[in-house]
Each structure stands twice: as C-alpha cells, then as structure tokens.
C-alpha cells in the first residue's frame, strides 16, 4: 500500500508556471505518473517516469512545457509546468502505474493501469 499526496497547485495567470510535488508515503520502485480531469472530461495522462528516471512520457499537449522528475531518496516526483495555458485548467493526480505495466510505453497512458491515486490537486489558469 502507497499513499500519495499531491501538492503545489493554485491559481496563476496564462503564461506563469507552477511546480506540482507528489510524495509517496514509503520508498517504491513503482513507475509514476501525472493525471488531469477537467470538470466535465475524462482523466488524461499528463506525464510518466520509470522509477530509474530513464523512461519518461508525456502527452503531446505538453511536450515542451511540462518537465517531470522524481526524487528517489525523498519518494518525490515533480511536474514542473511553464508557460501555462487556461486549458492546462484542471484537478491534477499522481498515481503509481500497475507493476509489469511500465515496460511498454502504450501502457502509461492508459488510466485503468494505475492502482495508487492522490487525492488531486487544484490548478486554474487564468487568461
């Protein structure tokens, strides 16, 4: 059992950044990820890193403006978003991808194959 807390959210205007941290309650060699929902829409992959840091995704929406990291030693993984857009607008989740899943890069995107979720932090971008 992981717990994951995400925090860092907020309001900021179009064009700002905002850094996401994401904890996990105990050391795990579990593959992570960002999620969003808007109200309204589906739950999208954002990002995904493979535990060694090697393996890294993103949605093509964000290439370019989000970076994701991790931090082993502090059972962290970061989203740094620059150049926000209003359509970055939505409830933001961690999560830990279903080991055996994170081999095949298809899998990460895909939200029924993560077994651990955060209870999700705000973030609004204003225009």
């Known amino acids: 059992q992981v717990t994951l807390v995400e925090s860092g959210g907020g309001l900021e205007q179009a064009g700002g950044s905002l850094r996401l941290t994401c904890v996990a309650s105990?050391?795990?060699?579990?593959?992570m990820a960002w999620f969003r929902q808007a109200p309204g829409r589906e739950r999208e992959f954002v990002a995904g890193i493979s535990w060694t840091g090697v393996n890294i995704y993103y949605v093509d929406s964000v290439k370019g403006r989000f970076t994701i990291s991790r931090d082993n030693a502090k059972n962290t993984v970061d989203l740094q978003m620059n150049s926000l857009k209003p359509e970055d607008t939505a409830t933001y989740y961690c999560?830990?991808?279903?080991?055996?899943?994170?081999?095949?890069?298809?899998?990460?995107?895909?939200?029924?194959?993560?077994?651990?979720w955060g209870q999700g932090t705000q973030v609004t971008v204003s225009s």
């Open positions: 999560a830990t991808i279903i080991d055996g899943l994170a081999r095949t890069a298809y899998n990460w995107y895909k939200v029924n194959h993560y077994d651990y």
């Open positions: 105990r050391r795990n060699s579990y593959g």
